[in-house]
């Protein structure tokens, strides 16, 4: 579902302004060759021209338009809304979709005909019939869930990104990078796309290349878990493991396999999500919004793990230009660069897909008002917690994530505070929900 809030649709005002827009495009129509049919329909067509008019305008500006084709209008009076049926175009001639236009709620004129009084509502919502067309439609609009159990003063809620069709948040920058190189032409059909990764964004990578017909080459660190390799294998990828306790320059570690693959390989395509500005801009158009809608704005702090720094840069900025106020925690795990005061504290470390041992061109560090360190040991009891306590059976990162936000939920208890949740405990069953594991690695 498309949420909108009514000055995306309607413009920026008050109904005045709204009656005074609908009164200039009523004159618009009437004067254009549109007119004299317009003219004899009535009050009804009008409306609904000004409301196709709406609608368009506004998928235009969020991009969605390529999506959508032509769009009729129903009239629904005693609903007190619209219906649109919107054809979809792109990118797979499917259709019809139909909306639910809350947009312009109408009053009917009175029938004497004092004319069309559109107001505004506080919420606009365009509701897609609820068939995806693919499954990288499904992609997005996680839940927001309330961590009441686990602190139970109830102002920490978590965003579960491992609600995605893929398994993670990943799965956003998996499909915003695939279609930036379909539009730059660097992907060309049947071509091979071949990225350095832990896991979850070789998973979102394999699942766009299985649905458009690509080939995925996922290159691994051998510190991440067999479950993760099977996984991207199960989506018909190959997977390349490489040793993790390599410099990145060494010419064996997985970046460097994967620079060599991609020079290699006729027709290969690097999207690198470490450099790649889909990475954070997937998040600045899509989960950023979706925080924002899904709390009403009401959001006071966002604590978000760090890895690429997709995540915090694209939320944190999406959020900061709606209200400069939001604070942003990241959060890293000890042994990464992030949070290391010297270079000697850079080290190894267990917790997967967050932190790095250098700084990515995707991480805006400008975004982060405070930072949170968290050792392996209190993100994985974090881990355990969330799905003893709250049923939320979520990854190491996730639950180290947890373990900083609610340090801040404690220090801010007058503060909404979300907590983002990036991927599933189903990555990590043989390692943190393992006691063997944990034993062995001295977290029991
Ligand atoms: C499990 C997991 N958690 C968190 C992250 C961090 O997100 P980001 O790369 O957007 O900083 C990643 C991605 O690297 C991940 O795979």
């Not at 498309?2 to 309607?10: E, G, N, T």
């Not at 709204?18 to 009008?46: N, W, Y």
Request: aromatic content about 8%; overall charge negative.
């Amino acid at each position: 579902m498309w949420s909108f809030q009514s000055s995306d649709l309607l413009g920026p005002g008050d109904a005045r302004g709204v009656t005074q827009r609908l009164e200039q495009f009523v004159d618009d129509l009437l004067g254009s060759s549109f007119g004299h049919g317009v003219r004899h329909a009535g009050f009804d067509v009008i409306l609904q021209q000004y409301a196709i008019h709406l609608l368009q305008r506004t998928l235009y500006s969020r991009d969605l338009f390529h999506h959508v084709g032509a769009v009729a209008l129903f009239l629904d009076p005693a609903d007190d809304c619209i219906e649109v049926a919107a054809s979809r175009l792109q990118p797979i001639q499917r259709g019809p979709l139909v909306f639910r236009f809350h947009a312009v709620s109408i009053a009917h004129p009175t029938r004497g005909g004092v004319g069309p009084r559109p107001f505004l509502r506080e919420r606009v919502t365009l509701r897609p019939m609820d068939i995806h067309e693919d499954i990288v439609a499904a992609i997005g609009n996680t839940p927001l869930v309330r961590l009441g159990r686990i602190h139970p003063s109830g102002n920490l809620v978590a965003k579960l990104e491992y609600l995605n069709p893929g398994g993670s948040t990943k799965d956003r920058i998996a499909l915003g990078m695939i279609e930036r190189a379909e539009r730059n032409g660097w992907l060309q059909p049947g071509g091979t796309i071949i990225e350095p990764t832990s896991g979850n964004t070789g998973v979102g990578l394999a699942m766009v290349a299985a649905l458009r017909g690509y080939k995925l080459v996922a290159v691994m660190a051998d510190k991440q878990s067999e479950e993760k390799r099977a996984l991207l294998r199960a989506y018909g990828a190959e997977v390349v493991v490489c040793p993790t306790d390599v410099e990145p320059e060494d010419p064996r570690s997985y970046y460097s396999v994967a620079d060599r693959l991609t020079r290699e390989t006729p027709g290969a395509y690097r999207p690198d999500q470490y450099s790649n500005p889909a990475n954070p801009e997937a998040h600045y158009r899509q989960t950023g919004p979706e925080l924002w809608e899904q709390t009403e704005g009401e959001l006071d702090v966002v604590v978000i793990g760090l890895g690429t720094g997709g995540s915090v840069s694209g939320i944190g900025r999406y959020l900061k230009e709606r209200k400069p106020g939001v604070w942003i925690v990241g959060v890293d795990p000890q042994g990464s660069i992030y949070t290391a005061e010297t270079e000697d504290d850079v080290t190894t470390y267990l917790t997967e897909g967050v932190g790095e041992d250098f700084w990515p061109e995707t991480y805006d560090i400008d975004v982060v008002d405070q930072f949170e360190m968290v050792t392996d040991a209190e993100a994985f009891a974090t881990t355990r917690r969330l799905s003893e306590v709250e049923g939320i059976f979520a990854g190491g990162s996730g639950g180290m994530a947890v373990a900083g936000a609610l340090r801040v939920a404690n220090e801010r208890p007058d503060d909404l505070v979300v907590v983002v949740l990036p991927d599933s405990g189903r990555n990590y069953v043989s390692k943190i929900f393992n006691d063997d594991w944990m034993r062995d690695n001295g977290f029991l």
